[in-house]
């Protein structure tokens, strides 16, 4: 299928690699479809385009990259909103942003793709451990001196 998208033109896709968020998204719950799109092999960032607004995506990650005890519970009901039978075949990311000098993830409000049924939800985590500006990357160059 044609997905428009107003960074990368038109791109194609698999329909079968349409994730279904049922419940959209926190703001934008209208929106049901998206499709992660990644700029080039290596990156660890991906877009989350949504298929049916060009203008909507975000830039999402593997928040393990960064925070390797990152860890997100999921209960029995999630389990059977997202279709997973086994929490092996969920991937969780975080929508980042860019905060002057910084990039953070909203770790308070992980997504969740069940990677096997291509269903997807955006949790809100009751523990306050996380936040939604969690630091993950600081873009300042740091230049230390080289000895001599």
């Known amino acids: 299928m044609e997905v428009q998208t107003t960074r990368f033109g038109s791109v ?6 349409v994730i279904q968020f049922p419940k959209g998204l926190l703001g934008f719950q209208q929106y049901k479809r998206y ?10 960032f991906f877009w989350l385009q949504c298929v049916d607004d060009p203008e909507l995506a975000f830039v999402v990650t593997d928040p393990n990259m960064f925070v390797p005890d990152y860890a997100v ?11 997973l039978k086994r929490t092996e075949d969920a991937q969780v990311f975080v ?8 990039l953070t993830g909203n770790m308070q409000g992980p ?12 949790l809100v ?24």
């Open 73 to 83: 519970p999921i209960r029995a009901e999630q389990m059977e909103e997202l279709k």
């Open 12 to 17: 194609q896709i698999a329909e079968d690699r």
């Open 95 to 102: 929508i980042v942003n860019k905060i002057g000098t910084k």
């Open 125 to 148: 985590l009751a523990e306050k451990k996380w936040t939604t500006r969690h630091e993950l990357l600081s873009l300042e160059k740091t230049v230390t001196a080289a000895s001599a």
């Open 35 to 44: 499709c992660l799109l990644r700029p080039n092999d290596d990156a660890c």
């Open 111 to 122: 997504l969740v793709v069940n990677t096997v049924e291509r269903v997807g939800e955006q």
